[in-house]
């Protein structure tokens, strides 16, 4: 799943991340991505984009996502003698803070371009 944030006058401009990647950097303007959707009011675009300053020169460090892997094991009996294989099943490469400093920066473009424009940006 993943979540789209577009400038509503011009849709074709847009970004879309992983709904954790997407909630990180949305948390950190301080909206709630909980009901899936919402909207960037364009009078509200001036606080978001202060609150991206404030994240990028805060004194406290960005937040991370650690890696998380997970396998599967199968175990095939073949005659009464058991091969084990492990596969992997699911990879999750985390997000460092350099990762969200970069979305952080990219959401400030598109808010900029939003105001630019005078267009609310919606997000689902």
Known sequence: MSIT?????????????????????LGLLGI?????????????????RRAILMALNGASPLPTVEEEVAYATTVI??????????????????????????????VGVLLARASELQSDVSWY
Do not use: H, K
């Open 5 to 25: 944030l577009q400038i509503d006058r011009q849709p074709d401009q847009n970004l879309n991340y992983s709904n954790r990647n997407a909630a990180i950097v």
């Open 32 to 48: 709630d991505t909980e009901a899936g959707y919402g909207q960037i009011a364009r009078a509200e675009i001036p606080a978001a």
């Open 77 to 106: 009996d073949q005659g009464g003698l058991p091969t084990i294989t492990r596969s992997l099943r699911y990879l999750d490469p985390g997000l460092d803070q350099e990762g969200v400093e970069r979305r952080l920066r990219e």
